[in-house]
């Protein structure tokens, strides 16, 4: 039998995967030899399916805790189901969810929503990563933080605090529900919870806290050794008095166990009892270690949202703090190097906003057509969204950038960054009669690339050198399109990874570490990683009328954010 030469494990051992996106978990085993992508399988959450809890007129996304149990059970056997003998080569799991997506537990460290009283009340549930509820109060953290004479706990995570993160969820929640307040304990990322309900440890002030969710989200750093002070919290707000010690001080990096599976969710997935769980972390980062991130490479995960990660040496930083990101921690993404996280509110969504809008009249005139059963009106409705985007995105390929004057600004749903505010809004101008549905469907395509390029510019701008751009995702493997649009706006080569499970395999990679399996991530990646799939390299003529275009972006997105700030 093959030999791991790190550890002399032998080559039939395998590691679970587990992947907690927006819609559904994902399930994958992974051969820890050299990678192999042996089975998957994907459950979609029951209730966040159905609508249930949500109410995007308020921008309120919540998730029932019981969708990630059910789908976790459901997926885990999926995967192993058919391959015999599977489960008992499983060595270790890692877990990647979305984030920031806090909920609100007990003492005990079960989360409310999972008791009777608090079954159905969504301040009771995981607040998601795209809820925006907590607008004023990220506005009242981001004051308070700049206040002269202060200290600017936001300084390590760009400068300005978002309603998408921990603190602003948490004060937006316990302000709004006095019955949640009077019953939360503490509060727990999706990335914690989970492996500590896994390792039977669930005490909010012992379970294992994500150095990943604590630094880039809750405002953790060592210079005021954890969490924002007590002081600062209570003035925030008295409702916030005493929790700070009922959080946490330390903080793990993924490489490190949480603890041991227990054997009761042993015999629910179907694994052995006391394999090592790794300590969790947010989608993002661990893709970005599942595509085998570099110094100085932006990998770009393309989804419903982007997030881009970055890592450099930790010296080459220093104390230097780069504006307008979503925070720069040493640990988050590799071990012992600086990782740096951006990205763009909506991408993804934006394509299938506008999708929607068109598919309006559709909706309402097959809802109201006589002869057509529930199921022929849904088979037709499905067929004509399934072709949307393909015929749009055929005819906008066949426009020279530029030729229809249309401009779009990307803040469909608020920006992430550079400079976070979820308070702006979207815009399409130069329309005129002839603008036609592929016309601003390019347009479209064309900021979510300018955002893209924004980005960029800041990291290098801020003495953060971009050397590659690698992407992974669903957008990426699926749209060529839009890579290329992507490419050419950046005007550099954009690589694609061969994984389309990239989270999930950086998840594997990671428990392969935590297990002892490899010594550390550059070791794990080197053999596990899925490589490059494809390249798009930029047009130059395209790269040249981009750069022109992307002035009248710059130009309508000042405007509209000087119309935000005066209306």
Not at 67 to 74: A, T
Not at 94 to 106: F, L, M, N, Y
Not at 329 to 346: F, K, R, W, Y
Not at 459 to 486: D, H, N, T, W, Y
Request: with cysteine; proline share 5%.
């Amino acid at each position: 039998m093959a030999r791991n030469k790190a550890n002399g494990i032998g080559s039939g051992a395998h590691v679970l995967g587990l992947d907690y996106g927006t819609d559904s978990v994902r399930a994958l085993v992974v051969r820890v030899a050299d990678g192999k992508e042996v089975c998957a399988a994907v459950s979609a959450y029951p209730r966040w399916a159905r609508g249930l809890y949500c109410d995007p007129s308020k921008n309120q996304f919540r998730q029932h805790p019981q969708d990630y149990l059910d789908s976790l059970v459901e997926a885990t056997r999926g995967a192993l189901r058919g391959v015999k003998g599977l489960a008992s080569s499983i060595a270790a799991i890692g877990i990647d969810t979305t984030g920031s997506t806090p909920v609100a537990v007990d003492r005990s460290g079960t989360a409310l929503a999972l008791r009777k009283d608090f079954a159905a009340n969504p301040n009771a549930m995981f607040v998601l990563w795209k809820d925006h509820t907590a607008v004023k109060e990220a506005d009242e953290i981001n004051r308070l933080a700049h206040r002269r004479g202060g200290v600017d706990y936001t300084r390590y995570e760009g400068g300005i605090y978002s309603s998408e993160w921990f603190w602003a969820k948490v004060l937006h929640v316990l302000r709004a529900d006095a019955k949640v307040r009077a019953s939360a304990y503490s509060w727990v990322e999706h990335c914690d919870w989970l492996p500590a309900l896994l390792t039977g440890n669930t005490d909010p002030l012992s379970l294992r806290r994500s150095r990943c969710a604590a630094g880039h989200k809750a405002m953790w750093h060592p210079e005021w050794a954890g969490l924002p002070p007590e002081s600062f919290l209570a003035k925030l707000d008295p409702v916030l008095k005493g929790l700070r010690e009922r959080l946490y001080s330390d903080t793990y990096t993924s490489d490190t166990p949480a603890g041991r599976l227990t054997p009761e969710w042993a015999q629910r997935l179907g694994l052995p009892a006391g394999i090592p769980v790794a300590v969790g972390a947010f989608d993002a980062h661990l893709g970005a270690v599942g595509a085998d991130i570099q110094a100085y490479t932006m990998t770009k995960v393309m989804g419903t949202s982007t997030c881009d990660m970055v890592v450099a040496p930790v010296k080459a930083i220093g104390k230097k703090c780069v504006r307008g990101i979503c925070g720069q921690v040493d640990g988050s993404i590799v071990p012992n190097m600086m990782g740096l996280e951006a990205g763009q509110s909506a991408f993804g969504d934006l394509y299938a906003w506008y999708k929607n809008l068109l598919l309006w009249p559709a909706r309402h005139i097959l809802g109201d057509a006589k002869g057509l059963s529930p199921a022929k009106r849904g088979a037709i409705l499905q067929k004509i969204s399934d072709h949307t985007l393909t015929e749009l995105t055929r005819a906008a390929e066949k426009l020279a950038p530029g030729a229809s004057g249309v401009v779009a600004v990307d803040w469909m749903n608020g920006r992430r960054t550079p400079d976070a505010n979820q308070g702006l809004t979207g815009a399409i101008a130069g329309l005129g009669l002839g603008s036609d549905a592929p016309r601003v469907f390019r347009a479209l395509v064309e900021a979510t690339a300018f955002g893209a390029k924004n980005i960029v510019d800041r990291f290098e701008k801020e003495g953060v050198p971009i050397k590659q751009v690698v992407a992974l995702g669903g957008i990426a493997r699926k749209s060529g399109f839009v890579m290329q649009v992507s490419a050419d706006v950046l005007g550099r080569p954009i690589h694609v990874v061969g994984s389309d499970q990239c989270c999930a395999l950086g998840s594997a990679m990671a428990a392969a570490v935590c297990a002892g399996l490899y010594p550390d991530f550059t070791a794990a990646q080197k053999k596990m990683n899925s490589g490059v799939a494809k390249t798009y390299h930029p047009n130059p003529k395209n790269a040249k009328a981009y750069a022109r275009l992307y002035a009248a972006y710059a130009r309508l997105g000042a405007f509209i954010e000087g119309e935000a700030a005066h209306p």
